[in-house]
Each structure stands twice: as structure tokens, then as C-alpha cells.
């Protein structure tokens, strides 16, 4: 397995589901590692329906079914009631005087449950619990790529951006398959090693595991702080072959004239700042470089950004000639392209 594989490479995929896969731009293996979680499920307190007590406050997951409204025997007060089951037991859930909870949801519907066990030993039902709907049931915590640890730690189960068709589950098992194919062991990292130990970052191997099965939640943590620095690191890296680039290339040289910067400024009604002579005197020091020239002239409205535009513009205009040129010639016959907000047009 190689990551420019396609998926479809090592895996069953049928035409539904590369279309799924498509609509979150997974084709490769290195797509799906690359599809990381976005966020994630504690599972530390949840329990199985097969466990629950009376006057247990219990978070359980599992599917509805049989959800229908009545009415109380006695008070005749409108009940909503359903079935919960997780594939250790089954319970019933009813909701007093909220009729209105068997029409939000449907039969089949995945859910997290959060509520109080009530009834008598035998008769045990969640009593108006809190629903939250779920895409799929939350991955089995002994699927971990930790379960042989034993360490008990693997409480938090990853969750994906979905689309009709493909499931967080399918996507964690799926990774999983990956790590079980030896993907991690033809990892390159990019990122030196030096920089890894200078910013605490772990390696690619760890992270991509880390991200993907964490045993904690600070491994998550710091493996998605890990991804975060790759993204900005290979920013930079680009902007750095950029600027090398840039540097490298032979430019024009402009030979500018103080005289001519100097009678240009004497025309504004105020002095120049101390500031605005010091940019004014870089940019012009540039011009003679035999590199071109890249720089971000950073101020405040109103702090004179403008009047250092219009003046390296016109010392530009104003340049001497290259030598080698008619004498005769006073200017170099450069020109300045300026652009304004509209609003001022």
C-alpha cells in the first residue's frame, strides 16, 4: 500500500460509495489519513442498556424503535414512548407530557440518551431523557487501535465529516485497515526532526495514530496542534522557494536621484516623519539591488502611507538612465503603476 493508491486499490468500493468519497475529496489512502476527525466523543460514562439500575442517571447510545403517543390511564396525560436497544438489551423510554418527541424522530433513528432509569425491577424505562440524533452508533471502544494496552484510557471515539452513504464509523475502521497494512511504516515526515523536538510536536506515525485512535484527550490534542504547525510549516517553506527564486532572478536596477526625491517632497505643506523617511530610504536603497524588490508597506489610516507610495513612485518616474544611454536622455523612461481604492476615484 502506497499512499497515491486509490482506495477503491484495497478496498470494496462500489460506484455509490466513490461518489460518497468524492463529495469529501477522498480518492487516496493519503486523502483518508488526511480526512482527520472533527471532533470527538467521550464514551468514559456511557453504559449499556443491559446494565442500567432504577434511579441511575445513565448516558447510553442505541437505535429507537416503536415510537407511538398515548395517554396516561389514569391522568390521561399525553405520553410519548419508544424502545432503545444497543445490542445488549432492550429498554423502554417515555416522555411525559411531551407528545410531541414521537414525531421529531423516527423508528431506526441512531441516538445518545441522557436520563434518569426509573420503574420497578423488571419494568425499568428512561424517564424524559435528552435525545441528541446521531449518523451512526459510536465506535466500540475495544476497536482501538490501543484495545491491547489494557490501559482502560480509550475513551474517546473520533467524528468525521460525513455524507450520505459514508459513516465516521466507516471512515475510523477504514483508517484503521490502513495502520493494519503497514501504511505508517513508509511515512516520510516532512518536518525535520530538529523542529519536531524545538516545538514539542510528535512525528507523522504518532500523530496520524494519535488523531485518528487517541488514547487521550491531550494526544488529540497535540496531534491535531501537530497538523495545524504542517500546514503553516509548508506555507512557509513556499513562500521561502518564493522569495529564494525571486532573489536569485537578475532585475533592472533603478539609479534614483536625492535631488529629485528631495524637490518632490518640499512640495507637500508638512514635513515628512522620521518614519516616513526611514521607508522612504529602504525602498530606494532597494532599487539599485540587482534582486527585485518584495516589500508591505504596513501603517495606520491616516499615519502616511500614501505620501511614501507617491514619492518612490515618482523617483521611480524621475530615474537617470542606465549607462551607456544617450546623455541627452534626462529621465529613464520608467513608469509607475498606481493603484487607488475607488472610492477616491
Not at 490534542?221 to 503553516?232: C, G, I, Q, T
Request: charged residues 30%; hydrophobic residues 35%; glycine residues 4%.
Amino acid at each position: 500500500m502506497k499512499l497515491s493508491d486509490s482506495l477503491a486499490d484495497h478496498f470494496r468500493i462500489d460506484t455509490a460509495h466513490k461518489k460518497a468519497l468524492s463529495r469529501l475529496n477522498i480518492e487516496t489512502v493519503s486523502d483518508l489519513l488526511y480526512h482527520l476527525p472533527s471532533r470527538y466523543e467521550d464514551i468514559s460514562d456511557v453504559q449499556s442498556v443491559g446494565s442500567l439500575e432504577k434511579n441511575q442517571d445513565t448516558v447510553v447510545y442505541g437505535q429507537l424503535s416503536g415510537l407511538k403517543t398515548r395517554k396516561a390511564w389514569k391522568s390521561k396525560k399525553p405520553i410519548a414512548e419508544g424502545y432503545v436497544e444497543d445490542g445488549s438489551a432492550k429498554m423502554k423510554i417515555m416522555w411525559f407530557n411531551q407528545p410531541y418527541i414521537a414525531k421529531m424522530y423516527t423508528d431506526g433513528m441512531y441516538v445518545k440518551l441522557a436520563g434518569k432509569v426509573a420503574g420497578s425491577e423488571g419494568k425499568l424505562y428512561l424517564s424524559n431523557p435528552e435525545v441528541e440524533p446521531l449518523d451512526s452508533l459510536p465506535i466500540d471502544r475495544h476497536d482501538s487501535i490501543f484495545k491491547d494496552t489494557g490501559s482502560g484510557d480509550d475513551t474517546l471515539y473520533p467524528v468525521y465529516r460525513e455524507t450520505k452513504g459514508i459513516t465516521s464509523k466507516w471512515i475510523y475502521h477504514t483508517v484503521l485497515k490502513c495502520f493494519e497494512k503497514k501504511i505508517l511504516e513508509i511515512l516520510i515526515d516532512p518536518i525535520p526532526v530538529e523542529i519536531l523536538k524545538k516545538y514539542n510536536l510528535p512525528e507523522l506515525k504518532t500523530a496520524l495514530v494519535w488523531i485518528h485512535s487517541p488514547k487521550k484527550a491531550k494526544d488529540a490534542e497535540s496531534a491535531r496542534k501537530r497538523f495545524a504547525f504542517e500546514e503553516v510549516f509548508y506555507i512557509q517553506v513556499q513562500k521561502a522557494q518564493e522569495r529564494a527564486a525571486v532573489s536569485a532572478a537578475q532585475t533592472y536596477t533603478i539609479r534614483t536621484s536625492s535631488e529629485h526625491i528631495k524637490e518632490f517632497t518640499d512640495r507637500f505643506e508638512f514635513k515628512l516623519t522620521k518614519s516616513q523617511n526611514k521607508s522612504i530610504e529602504a525602498i530606494t536603497k532597494n532599487f539599485v539591488d540587482n534582486h527585485a524588490m518584495s516589500r508591505l508597506l504596513e501603517g495606520d489610516v491616516g499615519s502616511g502611507k500614501t505620501a511614501v507610495a507617491a514619492t518612490t513612485a515618482y523617483a521611480v518616474a524621475t530615474s537617470r538612465p542606465p549607462e551607456g544611454m544617450d546623455k541627452k536622455i534626462e529621465y529613464g523612461n520608467l513608469q509607475v503603476a498606481y493603484m487607488a481604492p475607488t472610492e477616491i476615484l
